[in-house]
């Protein structure tokens, strides 16, 4: 069963920073597009970034110029460098990815269990 696990959330002053990682576990699969999203208490789940197989990225407007998605293919590994955090980032940040199990090719969704990000002084 593929599975995506994530880790790097904590407690954080405001204008601190964090560094959160997304890798696979499990059965082994292709990955192709991966993105964040946040869910903070009370709130429908957003999303935040997305990184391409080519390692295209685009922002949610209210991160963008704070925070970098970037991935190691190698390593099937998505992370998300979070800069100059605030309040209002804290959530439980998820990745997803698209994927495929080999030899099938047809594509599938698949989310980790989400890490908490808190911001407080």
């Known amino acids: 069963q593929a599975q995506l696990v994530e880790s790097g959330g904590d407690l954080v002053q405001p204008g601190g920073s964090l560094r959160l990682s997304c890798a696979p576990s499990?059965?082994?699969?292709?990955?192709?597009?991966m993105g964040w999203y946040r869910q903070a208490p009370g709130k429908e789940r957003e999303w935040v970034a997305s990184?391409?197989?080519?390692?295209?990225?685009v922002y949610a407007d209210s991160v963008k110029g704070r925070f970098t998605v970037s991935r190691d293919n190698a390593k099937n590994t998505m992370y998300l460098q979070m800069n100059s955090l605030k309040p209002e980032d804290t959530a439980v940040y998820y990745c997803?990815?698209?994927?495929?199990?080999?030899?099938?090719?047809?594509?599938?969704?698949?989310w980790g269990q989400g890490t908490q990000v808190t911001v407080s002084s």
């Open positions: 499990g059965s082994s699969f292709r990955i192709y597009a």
């Open positions: 990184i391409t197989e080519d390692a295209d990225t």
């Open positions: 997803k990815a698209a994927v495929s199990s080999p030899p099938l090719t047809w594509r599938y969704d698949i």
